[in-house]
């Protein structure tokens, strides 16, 4: 992970990531492969880097088998994918902050009556959240210098955004559904 620019493009295609499963609670995995493509091009430290592909992803799957359901596919690709790009620490750390925040929304989303404990929300903006912020953290000083404390702010900050778009996101889908609904012609009697 030497080159900036490349860590740019990866940065890109987590943001749009992020959007995409917003939007479609789907991960593209064409989007997953060029991460996973950068990540052998720039492979500097095999053992790192196919550990960070392996430790969570394996985690992933075996919760799976545990709780089926509880990661999408695409979560786990990308999570495969950031590993090979990022090495093992990036990628256990960004997860970690990932599925924490997202714990932390579906506790807000079950608490307010929003969702149940059968429903589901995309997981890959929280994940790349947390990834950013630990590339981030390890590309630039200002983030490596920071206590933790503040990093926390940060992953508050982030989670806040996310928030946003799902709370505007949601707003738009009521507004569809409501839209459709009074298109569908009313059964007479």
């Known amino acids: ?80 994918a950031v590993g090979l790009f990022c090495g093992y620490k990036i990628t256990v750390t960004g997860a970690l902050m990932g599925i924490t925040a997202s714990g932390m929304y579906g506790l807000v989303l079950l608490i307010t009556g929003k969702k149940n404990l059968k429903d589901y929300f995309a997981l890959g903006p929280f994940l790349v959240a947390g990834f950013m912020i630990m590339i981030f953290h390890e590309r630039n000083e200002v983030f490596y210098n920071m206590q933790p404390y503040q990093i926390v702010g940060i992953v508050l900050i982030a989670v806040g955004v996310i928030l946003f778009a799902y709370y505007f996101h949601d707003k ?18």
């Open 1 to 80: 992970m030497n080159n900036i620019y490349l860590v740019a493009a990866v940065t890109g295609l987590l943001i749009a990531q992020a959007a995409i499963d917003i939007k479609t609670r789907r991960l593209p995995d064409r989007l997953n492969l060029l991460i996973l493509v950068t990540g052998i091009i720039t492979m500097d430290s095999p053992a790192d880097e196919l550990a960070g592909m392996l430790i969570v992803p394996i985690f992933m799957l075996l919760t799976n088998v545990i709780v089926p359901g509880a990661f999408g596919g695409g979560d786990i690709k990308l999570t495969a």
């Open 172 to 189: 738009k889908k009521r507004k569809d559904e409501d839209s459709v609904e009074r298109l569908r012609p009313k059964s007479g009697k």
